[in-house]
């Protein structure tokens, strides 16, 4: 998506946008640049965001943390497929946590089959049925971008530098709960790409109710997301 940028050139424009630059001010600027960095990535799909990993399941485990797959910063899936040694099968079907709850849990410790089926949540991978031998599970996943920490901090989006300019900006009027000021830096972000014309309260809900990293998706929906795209 273009040449990195450091965030310091960043914070300086957005210090100027505001008209302050105490530390609280910076602190506020930079959680406010990570949510347009989130925004910008569930609306548009980047493929240096997309990668495809491999990981081993054992026999009789089925349920694996994020963090053995080294996945903290699962964003969506596209497939999961099941390698014995020998072929890929059809990629496991997706259940929500409900169906799981209620059809597989209760019976999951007499499933021992190949797996055909996942779901996700709380950070953890569910496999179905347990696995009656170990296999190589290939996941073609895309990720959040790296977080901002401080100017030293490279923005890999840097492609979208006006439009993270004017959302980091909104942002942080959001968080100081100006309104107004909130609303006409969304509608300039509005006015130079249409992908962010989304409604303004909506925004104001989801920053304030979510936090967007908790919530991965799989296939075409998007978890908890007012901004729902349909993956290509």
Aim: proline residues 3%; charged residues 25%; without cysteine.
């Amino acid at each position: 998506m273009g040449q990195a940028k450091y965030f310091l050139e960043f914070l300086n424009k957005i210090k100027r946008n505001v008209g302050r630059s105490d530390t609280d001010t910076e602190d506020k600027i930079v959680d406010a640049f990570n949510d347009a960095m989130d925004i910008i990535t569930m609306t548009v799909e980047m493929e240096s965001l997309k990668a495809t990993t491999t990981v081993n399941l054992y026999e009789g485990t089925y349920t694996y943390e994020f963090s053995e797959f080294d996945l903290q910063d699962l964003r969506h899936i596209y497939t999961m497929k099941i390698n014995d040694g020998t072929q890929y099968y059809d990629p496991l079907l997706y259940i929500t946590q409900q169906v799981w709850d209620a059809e597989v849990a209760p019976y999951i410790h007499t499933l021992s089959s190949r797996p055909t089926m996942f779901t996700l949540f709380d950070d953890t991978f569910y496999i179905a049925g347990n696995p009656d031998d170990d296999y190589e599970l290939e996941i073609r996943f895309a990720y959040w971008p790296e977080k901002v920490i401080d100017s030293t901090s490279v923005v890999d989006l840097a492609s979208f530098d006006s439009s993270l300019l004017s959302l980091a900006t909104a942002f942080f009027w959001l968080k100081m709960e100006e309104v107004e000021l909130y609303q006409e830096w969304m509608r300039k972000a509005a006015m130079e790409n249409k992908l962010f014309k989304i409604d303004a309260m909506k925004v104001v809900d989801f920053i304030g109710k979510s936090n967007v990293r908790n919530h991965v998706s799989v296939g075409p929906t998007y978890w908890a997301d007012p901004f729902r795209r349909s993956a290509p």
